[in-house]
């Protein structure tokens, strides 16, 4: 189980910004992925973004490219997810998780959507129109 610190989030406008932070602190993470998730009320727990700590691999939902970036700090143990032109729609509790790498990068959000890795205790983002 790895222990995970969640920062950021709160209340934006549609069109502005916000940054979510994640630590990891104490471990070593060249072997793993993190990635942020994102539960709406009455919706399913969804991909956001990840990123292979070795490498810097990423994936994004389509729902966010072009306007969310996933970014690590190999010396703070963190990742981060800028999210910029935010939309009503992004409004979400939002969840850190790692997990070991997989082959690809849809297998990792697969196990980890399954149950496998450690979550962080996710934090909420509104975005008001």
């Known amino acids: 189980q790895v222990q995970l610190v969640e920062s950021g989030g709160g209340l934006a406008q549609a069109g502005g910004s916000l940054r979510l932070s994640c630590a990891a602190p104490?471990?070593?993470?060249?072997?793993?992925?993190m990635g942020w998730f994102r539960q709406a009320p009455g919706k399913d727990r969804d991909v956001v973004a990840a990123?292979?700590?070795?490498?810097?691999?990423?994936y994004y939902a389509d729902s966010v490219k072009g306007r969310f970036t996933i970014s690590r700090d190999n010396a703070k143990n963190t990742v981060y997810l800028q999210m910029n032109s935010l939309k009503p729609e992004d409004t979400a509790l939002y969840y850190c998780?790692?997990?070991?790498?997989?082959?690809?990068?849809?297998?990792?959000?697969?196990?980890?959507?399954?149950?496998?890795?450690?979550w962080g205790q996710g934090t909420q983002v509104t975005v008001s129109s």
């Open positions: 998780a790692v997990d070991e790498v997989r082959t690809t990068m849809a297998a990792w959000v697969a196990g980890v959507r399954r149950g496998l890795g450690s």
């Open positions: 104490g471990r070593t993470l060249r072997t793993y992925a």
């Open positions: 990123i292979r700590w070795s490498g810097g691999m990423t």
